[in-house]
């Protein structure tokens, strides 16, 4: 399960949608799931394997009780605005698929509601005096620097082991996240709180992981899914220009040019806490000046957001923004190097990644 951790800052101004009460969306995927679940459970209970079963469970509860997302009951539950969203979502699958290359699959036909709440929480942790990530490793992703639990207590409580054995841990919440194609994702109902141009980035980006993934590679994999979410909402918005309006479409785009003025703080910050880690310092006097560079930086990142509930205190907040952010730039000059279009680059990604390794980082290195 990769899960997306990065929050949007635009909202919906209506209100969240009333619970429905679900009618089974049983189909041959969700059959295959239940039988894959229970081979699960069957091969992990006697190898230690307690945290994935937790987390099947937690998935096996949200393809139980998802709705199909033309269900009556659901259309007659939302507010006229969350319904116009719903009806472009088979738009905006269509497009990615035969204008990006993308693969759907019968992903984002159902919906799933969260009931406000965030779908699952994920851990993030790095070395308290270096710039080292925590990584967790699993079957079929590989080692990832974040661990999802879909309960919130779990996650907290990992965090405060984490920091117990001296490393930096934060909990972030998700707003959505991707099964990797092994399942058919629903739409989340906190996905009908954003508006139309941060849905078509969220569906596109999470339709890029879905379509390809490369195993314990998770800042190519999410450098390359954040770049294509937003690429493929340019494009889509350009052959659909009466999609959203200008307002809402300037928005989108100084959300962006915001997270872009906070990667830039973040680089700033991580350079200087390298530099920092690096020296002849003594610990001390480390931990005192790290606490003085968050402290501006927070400062800074405050006025990017207009947000003074922003705080920003650890390493993992470093490791958390440059797992989206640190490959972005790269992928901006492959696809300008592969032909000039999204599908492009997802083809010349796909083509090195299937020859293997070698070849995937020598297309990489060239273009650093």
């Known amino acids: 399960m990769k899960p997306r951790k990065i929050s949007r800052h635009g909202k919906s101004t209506e209100s969240d949608s009333r ?21 699960v459970i069957f091969l992990l209970s006697g190898c230690g394997g307690f945290y994935l079963i937790k987390q099947g469970i937690g998935q096996l509860d949200i393809s139980i009780n998802r709705v199909a997302l033309s269900d009556p009951a659901l259309l007659d539950s939302l507010t006229p605005l969350q319904r116009e969203k719903t009806s472009w979502i088979p738009r905006i699958l269509e497009f990615a698929e035969s204008e990006l290359g993308l693969e759907p699959g019968d992903s984002y036909t159902s919906y799933y509601d969260t009931e406000g709440k965030p779908v699952t929480h994920t851990v993030v942790a790095c070395h308290q005096l270096a710039l080292v990530p925590y990584q967790w490793c699993f079957p079929l992703v590989g080692c990832v620097p974040y661990k999802g639990h879909f309960n919130p207590d779990d996650a907290h409580r990992e965090v405060r082991e984490l920091r117990k054995a001296g490393w930096d841990a934060e909990v972030f919440p998700v707003s959505a996240y991707s099964t990797l194609g092994w399942f058919s994702d629903p739409v989340l109902s906190n996905m009908l709180e954003l508006s139309l141009p941060e849905l078509v980035d969220l ?7 879905r379509t390809l993934y490369i195993p ?38 100084e959300s962006i040019q915001q997270e872009a003025r906070y990667s830039e703080l973040i680089s700033r910050l991580k350079n200087d ?23 501006a930086a ?24 440059e797992t989206y952010k640190a490959e972005l730039a790269r992928m901006a000059r492959l696809q300008k190097d592969s032909g000039g279009h999204p599908r492009d680059l997802l083809k010349a990604l796909r083509a090195a990644n299937d020859k293997g ?10 273009t650093p």
């Open 298 to 321: 927070t400062i800074a990142a405050r006025e990017v957001f207009g947000n003074d509930s922003i705080t920003l205190t650890s390493n993992a907040r470093i490791v958390a923004s």
């Open 203 to 209: 569906l596109v980006h999470e339709l890029t992981h």
């Open 19 to 39: 619970r429905v009460g679900p009618k089974p969306f049983f189909s041959r995927r969700l059959t295959a799931f239940l039988l894959t679940f229970a081979a």
């Open 273 to 295: 806490l390298d530099t920092l880690y690096r020296s002849d310092a003594g610990r001390e006097h480390k931990l005192a000046r790290k606490k003085e560079l968050f402290a």
């Open 216 to 253: 314990s590679r998770s800042q190519l994999n999410e450098g390359f899914a954040t770049h294509m979410g937003r690429e493929g909402a340019r494009l889509f918005f350009s052959s659909h220009p009466d999609a959203a309006g200008s307002e809402e479409l300037a928005r989108y785009r």
């Open 357 to 366: 390794p070698a070849e995937l980082e020598k297309l990489l290195e060239k």
